[in-house]
Structure formats: C-alpha cells, structure tokens
C-alpha cells in the first residue's frame, strides 16, 4: 500500500544527506550553555535599519516581488553562515506558508531550506539555488515536519519543539512571529516599512554576547551591500570587514611567522570599546 505522502517523502528523503547540518553562527567564548543545551527563557533582540541606498537597491531588484525580496535577504544570510562556517551546504529554517493561499496551510511552523554555496558562488546563482529550493520545498511541505527532517537527526527540547538553529523570515510573507514553536539560536526577521527595510535579530542571550551579534549585523549589511550592487561579484570576493577590523587582523598576523593558508579559518580577538568578541571568520 503507497503511503499518502510517497512524493514528499521521496523528496525529502534524497533532498538530505547524512553529513548536511543545520547552519549557525559560532557560540561566544563565553556561551553558557552547550550545543544540546536549552535556551535562553526570553531572546535578545537586536534592530537594525538597512541603509537607504541599499533598501532602495534591495527593493528595486525584487521588482515588486515580496517573495524575491524575501530571497535577496535570504541570500546574504545564507553568504554570512558561509563566511563564517565555511559549510559548502547551508542550512537554514523558513517560516511555513503557502504560495496558493486557496490551498490548505501546512500544520507544521518551518521548513528547512537546503542551498549549496562556495567560494565561487555569486548573488546570482545563489538566488537560484534558493528559488529551486523554496519552490520545491513549497511543493513538498505537507509531509509531517519530523518525518520530513528525519535524515538530519534534529534535536527537540523538553517540550518536544524543534531546534533549528538559524531561522530567516520576511514579515508580508511570513507575518506571524515563530514565538516558542521553534527554539532558534538567531532569528532574522526583516520587515519593510515604505522604502525602508528593517532588521529584526532574536538571539540566544546564553549563547551569543550582544557584542557579537552587533558585529554580525554589521557583516551582513556589508556583505549585502556589496553583493546586491555587484551580482556576478564572487563570493570568496566580497570582502565585509570593516576598515578597522582589517587593520586589526592585518596588525595581529602579518608579523608573525605562522602562515596563514588561503581559505581556511581561524579565531580573531577584535576589540570594541565594550568587549573583546571572539570571531571564527574564513579568509577569502
């Protein structure tokens, strides 16, 4: 007898592979907490206000679309876990919806998008890679969500929700906030206001210093900005660390006599006025 969700399953079951996981940014040196422990009670949030010129240019580029905008967001997410992980397949949870809204709603919260990424890949190729993605996962959504995330061996908490680390919506598409039904480590939530787009960044407190987390923010401002004004750019090209953070970087090993091998990753202490944050960044 075929089971009522032979597609899906067929689909999701070759859509992961045993090695893929999920993506997210480093823990702080100063996480409270293990990666199998619970979450902070209340998130931190963070907000941000996209640059003018970059909201207009993120804007005129989705052409009216909120789903293309929601990808174009999606995708500097997606390069920052790469630049920061060096995952060639990230991994990222998206809010459930329904491209028809005449079809009945998902009964589960999230899908997990699967997109390939290297060093090589540019905004255009990497927003195909997210548009098959989500299409296909949009087609394939109504398999029972642990039946449909059963190769990547998900962790759940005591309650029984979901732990998927790294969550990215866009609120038009997405409009209500995931809340406890997914315990998420960072949770970018974009939202447009007129010809503005805001950030919004729940974070674990016990995983993640405020520090931190306000330098990436800053990262993926940068690195957005350099990839929606320069599509075809590389990504092992776009270069997002500030002036100061690469002159500290440049200050610290430059002299010494280790090398450095293109391409790898290490640790970096950068100072702010506050508090040393502990970076994994890889060189490009």
């Known amino acids: ?23 997210f940014l480093p823990y702080s040196q100063s996480s409270k907490l293990s990666a199998g422990g619970e979450a902070a009670a209340e998130p931190a949030l963070l907000h941000r206000t996209l640059p003018s010129e970059l909201s207009e240019r993120i804007i005129r580029l989705a052409n009216g679309s909120d789903l293309a905008l929601y990808m174009i967001v999606l995708a500097g997410v997606k390069s920052l876990l790469f630049k920061y992980t060096g995952q060639d397949q990230v991994l990222v949870g998206m809010p459930s919806c329904s491209a028809d809204p005449d079809v009945t709603q998902p009964s589960h919260d999230i899908l997990v998008i699967k997109t390939s990424v ?6 255009k190729t990497l927003l195909g890679g997210i548009k098959a993605s989500i299409g296909e996962a949009l087609e394939h959504q109504h398999l029972p969500f642990r039946k449909m995330v059963e ?35 960072t949770d970018f939530r974009f939202d447009r206001q007129n010809d503005s787009i805001e950030l919004e960044i729940s974070f674990d407190g016990n995983r993640y210093e405020r520090a ?39 200050n610290r090993f430059n002299d010494t006599e280790t090398g450095f091998e293109r391409g790898k990753r290490f640790t970096v202490c950068l100072k702010n006025r506050r508090s040393f944050t502990r970076t994994t960044w890889p060189l490009s």
């Open 212 to 250: 931190f987390v306000e330098q990436t923010a800053d990262h993926l401002v940068r690195l957005l900005s350099v990839l929606v004004f320069q599509p075809d750019l590389e990504l092992g090209q776009a270069d997002v660390l500030s002036p100061d953070e690469r002159e500290t970087l440049l």
């Open 118 to 123: 290297s060093s090589q890949t540019t905004l």
């Open 151 to 185: 190769p990547l061996h998900l962790d759940y908490t005591g309650e029984g929700v979901a732990v998927v680390n790294t969550v990215a919506s866009f609120a038009p598409i997405h409009p209500e906030p995931l809340g406890n039904r997914v315990a998420a480590d």
């Open 1 to 23: 007898m075929k089971s009522l969700f032979e597609k899906e399953e067929r689909y999701w079951s070759s859509k992961f592979d045993d090695e893929d996981s999920l993506s």
